[in-house]
């Protein structure tokens, strides 16, 4: 597969996931601009790709005007874009679902889900106008099949497949594919809230037990679905578990 000419902005992609899909689609010749929170990462995952092919941003996604901000250095850097990946996430860390505060329920539902409200509101009109695009969101298979213990989190990841399917029906006229990719556990910096426990090897054996394939999953996993997803010209409205059968 082949993603030369095309320009994508990825978000949360200074780390996990993010990053992963950054390097594969710079790999493909994609030009790429790395969105995150923490700027630091993001520039040293762009030089790390090249300063010809990828640049890095600060943005914090909950912000309209930040990612008006983010939009526009893409435009001017390299063109409208053609692939967005809305992948930053936030969790509350696995713990029974009172003791879960309102700040932190309305930080997961604002970067899980509001961001990517401000993403569509923002670049859609950019896409439409240009002729098409392609929007992937990661939501999570935590949103298909919920574990105990992060049930808030698992909710705004249910809202984010749900509503990647519904803007795939409705952004389909303007020739705006949408899938979302649902990965299992992943080995990346939210593992261990995940858990709700120390990353020991022990404590890993208790999780694995749940994936019929019996390993986590690695950031390269997510990579190679963004990929197909980002390339394949007549898929759209895919919930595509990315989950060593998690699912069945
Ligand atoms: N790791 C897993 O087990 C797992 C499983 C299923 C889904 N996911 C989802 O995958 C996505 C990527 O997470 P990851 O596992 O790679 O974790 P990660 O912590 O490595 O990456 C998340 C990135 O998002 C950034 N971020 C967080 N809030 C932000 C904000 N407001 N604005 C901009 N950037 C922000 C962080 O700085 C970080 O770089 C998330 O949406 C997460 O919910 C993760």
Known sequence: MDLQGKIALITGAASGFGEAIAHRYAGLGAKVVIVDLNEEKAKAVAAAIGADRAIGLRADVTSRVDIDVALEATVKAFGIPDIIVNNAGYTHKNQPLLNVDEATFDRILNVNIKAIYHMVQAAVPLMRDNGGGVMLNVGSVAGIRPRPGLTWYNGSKGATNMLSKSLAVELAPWKIRVNVICPVMGVTGM??????????????????????????????????????????????????????GRVI
């Open 191 to 244: 593992l261990e809230d995940f858990m709700g426990m120390p990353d020991t090897p022990e404590n890993r054996t208790k999780f694995l037990s749940s994936i019929p394939l019996g390993r986590f999953c690695e950031p390269g996993d997510v990579a190679d679905a963004a990929v197909y997803l980002a390339s394949s010209d007549f898929i759209t409205g895919v919930e595509l578990p990315v989950d060593g």
